[in-house]
């Protein structure tokens, strides 16, 4: 694990263009994060980092899988449908995607909000309400319990969407 100071740093004197590179892309995330929870601005951190601001944005928005007391993990592209292979099973690639998570969460039923689907399954913000309403429709997934004022809804797939799931996870670029 790389120790650096500048993670108890609370001013901008410790990061630079070079230690930057040195950092692990999990660290790039914390420390962009952490410097934007001490106040410190977009364009301050750029001047800092050398990074475009668009590329600490996209620092900010990645997650990272970390394995506690061990080393870290390398991200995958786990659930990431290709768009061909969501059309090739008739389906749109945002509703394709949530649909392989609702099965890989196995849960039953499945409880969950639009914001927790659109985290989880890696859909684009916004996306989760349009995605589940397809399935619905569809009928891959039956609503169990709908939400109420902030509150998660309820899920459970049909055999119509536990078959297209499988062939979605399948044909998924994993």
């Not at 263009?17 to 951190?45: H, K």
């Not at 990431?80 to 008739?90: D, K, V």
């Not at 619905?136 to 809804?153: D, F, Y």
Request: hydrophobic content about 40%; glycine content about 6%; charged content about 25%.
């Amino acid at each position: 694990m790389t120790n650096l100071p500048i993670f108890s740093a609370v001013d901008l004197c410790a990061v630079s263009p070079a230690r930057m590179t040195v950092l692990t892309p999990a660290q790039q995330t914390e420390l962009v994060l952490l410097l934007r929870e001490r106040g410190v601005s977009f364009a301050d951190i750029e001047r800092a980092t050398g990074l475009p601001q668009s590329e600490l944005l996209a620092l900010a928005s990645q997650r990272h899988h970390l394995t506690l007391g061990g080393s870290e993990v390398p991200e995958h592209d786990e659930g990431r449908l290709t768009p061909e292979t969501a059309r090739g099973c008739g389906a749109p690639v945002n509703a394709a995607r949530a649909l392989v998570w609702m099965l890989k969460s196995k849960q039953d039923p499945i409880v969950t909000s639009y914001g927790r689907i659109e985290l989880d399954a890696r859909l684009t913000p916004g996306t989760a309400e349009a995605a589940i309403d397809w399935l619905v429709e569809q009928r891959h997934i039956r609503l169990t319990e709908e939400r109420k004022r902030g509150r998660a809804s309820s899920y459970r797939l049909t055999k119509k969407g536990e078959q297209l799931a499988l062939r979605l996870n399948e044909g998924a670029a994993l």
